[in-house]
């Protein structure tokens, strides 16, 4: 019909629906093919083209808490670097919640024609056994399964504490995700052992976990800062820059001096952690790159290009604010 309409023939239509018009198609017939398209309002059969060529255009990328804005820039890393040739496809769960490997595996059927994976863990890993391409993406000590991009957290985590002991605090608590990823474990193991060896003390009972959420994160610190302050706390580091947000507005209704009596600070130095009153002190996860480096990696391994063995790790920096600071 597209082709009648435009008076082509329909391998000409063929070509511009699938942009393969270049030095092929004159631009007339360009110009009209694609009115004809959108009279018509036409599209491309996508599961059959994918049964044609046994791999579709779509790649799937699984995150575990699409809740946290850390991914919007990863998501954006990922689109600028698979260009438009590439659909982008998200599989998430709930919040707190790591996607299973079932619910990934129906999304085969789309023969998609790559996968990224954030934050996984060994047991999802063994249990996916995709064929199709795969890169994982802050996928600590998980890099035997497949190409990995990576962020130093634990050198930001260093950072972090070896700045809150240059402040004098010898007492201090954790807030953790729930969420129960590699990446999590390795940012706070770091930092606790770094705090110890400092002198900064953080007892087992002054480490809680959250969802990713501004108001859950406010609501757990709300339990647990009257046992803090007995304790004489006057540190908290956050998961993420959302708890950190939660911990900021909590203190602020309890009165509570930022940073005169509690310093409080994040990873992932989100936007709004510039701007926040105060400013929250944060460990920088570039997570722009990490999706463009991930989408890198992955349309290589689309087209069956090499990769130099040992994935890629971006550094992590500290910013301070005022959070943690006068």
């Not at 995709?130 to 991009?149: F, I, K, M, N, R």
């Not at 610190?221 to 304790?231: K, T």
């Amino acid at each position: 019909m597209v082709a009648a309409r435009a008076g082509v023939s329909t391998a000409t239509v063929s070509l511009v629906a699938n942009g393969k018009t270049a030095g092929r198609v004159s631009e007339d017939n360009v110009t009209r093919v694609r009115d004809a398209i959108a009279e018509l309002g036409y599209v491309v059969d996508g599961i059959g083209s994918s049964l044609a060529k046994g791999v579709s255009s779509i790649v799937i990328l699984v995150a575990p808490d699409i809740s946290n804005p850390f991914f919007a820039k990863v998501i954006d890393g990922v689109r600028e670097s698979l260009g438009p040739q590439y659909q982008l496809l998200l599989s998430v769960t709930e919040a707190g919640e790591f996607p299973q490997a079932n619910d990934v595996r129906r999304l085969m059927s789309l023969r998609p024609a790559g996968l990224l994976v954030d934050a996984p863990n060994a047991d999802f890993l063994e249990d996916l056994a995709s064929p199709s391409p795969l890169v994982l993406l802050d996928a600590p000590g998980l890099e035997s399964y497949a190409p990995s991009v990576n962020l130093d957290v634990a050198s930001g985590a260093r950072q972090l504490a070896a700045h809150l002991a240059a402040a004098g605090h010898t007492e201090a608590a954790y807030v953790d995700s729930v969420t129960g990823t590699d990446t999590f474990a390795v940012r706070r193991a770091a930092f606790l052992e770094e705090a110890a060896a400092l002198g900064i003390s953080v007892s087992p009972d002054r480490i809680i976990s959250t969802t990713i959420d501004v108001g859950t994160a406010a609501a757990a610190f709300a339990a647990a800062w009257p046992e803090w302050q007995r304790a004489g706390v006057t540190a908290v580091v956050c998961g993420t820059d959302t708890h950190g947000y939660g911990v900021l507005q909590e203190a602020r209704v309890a009165g509570v001096r930022i940073p005169e009596e509690l310093a409080v600070a994040g990873f992932d130095d989100l936007p709004y952690s510039a701007t926040s009153n105060p400013g929250l002190t944060s460990v920088h996860l570039p997570a722009t790159s990490l999706g463009q480096k991930a989408g890198e990696q992955l349309r290589r391994l689309m087209e069956g290009k090499f990769l130099k063995p040992g994935g890629v790790t971006l550094e992590t920096s500290l910013v301070v604010r005022g959070s943690t600071t006068a």
